[in-house]
């Protein structure tokens, strides 16, 4: 399911990415990598919403 984290609600999606992220994945590109995502499309879409990406922490926020 590519990107399915666009369609859902942002609060949801940002959580589930932190989730995956902590546990998971040591950055965004190997999340992105092994799930089919398009990195930029993601961090684009999360970014209309309020919430960015902070490489140094591997976690998403809300702004």
Do not use: P
Not at 10 to 22: C, D, G, H, P, W
């Amino acid at each position: 399911m590519k990107n399915k984290y666009l369609t859902m609600d942002i609060n949801i999606a940002y959580s589930m990415l932190n989730m995956r992220l902590r546990d998971k994945y040591s950055s965004l590109s190997e999340l992105c990598e092994d799930e089919d995502i398009d990195m930029e499309e993601l961090l684009e879409g999360l970014k209309a919403k309020g919430v960015l990406y902070n490489e140094d922490s591997n976690q998403f926020t809300q702004s």
